[in-house]
């Protein structure tokens, strides 16, 4: 398999470290809007990646890098407002795509806080036809949240439950950053995309509804040494898959977020620091959001200075297979000391990284097969879920006593 990868950033980088071990990827391209970054990337892994530069907002330019590379497949590793020019740009050149973050929203013009307005992957779904057509996989949302998250929620929906109350994806960490105020572990311009978006909730009666930001909060118990958890309703594309391909009466995306990163995330939005639209500062055009990700360090040099656990899971309630009532959370946690130690990547791009290898090498091996745009939940979990623990950091599923 030749793959595209667009990004090199902590994630982008955390791929092809990981992907140099595994025998599925005959040659990976790593492509960035600056080389020097990407020869970096391409420099920390193996002689079977080589470093281009590219736009990502060019589609015309994403689609002549696939053909002269001869790629089966784009990987997108970038800020989810690329999502688009890349996914164009890989159906004209006739490749395989996948993603970890979908196409963006746009709030409801009157209600923003009761019903959605575009929602994350529509522009992409309403191409679907396209792909199938063309007998080329869209395979979106396939990182840790989203994709992950989606693969347990079909794997309990499969082999666990008869019936499902509510799939309730749930992230959360004890990871403390040394010698930062404020540090997050992941890309700020997505964090404040999904953080002050209005989150969606799916109800079977329902449909999709909009709710305000950092609503219904609760605490979650972690495990792994984590422990309880405040969590939040945040926006996430989990919520806008899973109800496509299962048949869940409600699903739900809540993140352990704390009341100091609410505070600053919310700060932010008064002063106008989330906007993504240019300002005039003295005759140069600017994005007030660019500006802010720019002042933060970035999240991939982070790990030294990181200690503590990530974990992502999906907690699922309803009836088992036996009739009985039955509460579970499948989960991932990857200790940061781990990552760094086995890979030289902080604990939370690993953890998002490695999903999209295990995806890509089940496509190659056949195991996963398909055509059109499709979600994790399209393709049965158990392959995936025997992978992944290959990578040194096994999947685990702990039983809860049903509320």
Known sequence: MRVLLV????????????AARRNAFEHIVIADHTKARAERAAQSASDRFTAVALDASDEKAVAELLRAERCDVLMNAVDPRFVMPLFRGALAAGANYLDMAMSLSHPHPTEPYAKPGVKLGDEQFAMAEEWENQGLLALVGMGVEP?????????ASDSL????????????ANLVVDGYDFAPTFS??????ECLNPPVIWEKDRGWYTTEPFSELEVFDFPAGIGPVECVNVEHEEVLLVPRWLQPKRVTFKYGLGDEFIGVLKTLHKLGLDSTAPVDVEGMKVSPRDVVAACLPDPAELGDNMHGVTCAGT???????????REVYLHHAVDNAWSMKEYGSQSVVWQTAINPIVA?????????SGAGVLGPEAFPADPFLDLLNDSGAP??????TPR
């Open 7 to 18: 990004g090199a950033g902590g994630v982008g980088t955390a791929f092809a470290r990981t």
């Open 147 to 155: 994709g992950l998250a989606d693969v347990f929620a079909r794997h």
């Open 161 to 172: 439950f008869s019936s499902i109350d509510e799939i309730g994806v749930r992230d959360g």
């Open 188 to 193: 700020i311009w997505t964090t404040i995309e």
């Open 315 to 325: 907690w699922v309630t309803g009836t088992g297979k036996d009739g009985a009532r």
């Open 360 to 368: 890509l090498e089940l496509l190659a091996s056949d195991a996963w």
């Open 395 to 400: 999947w685990a599923m702990e039983e809860r």
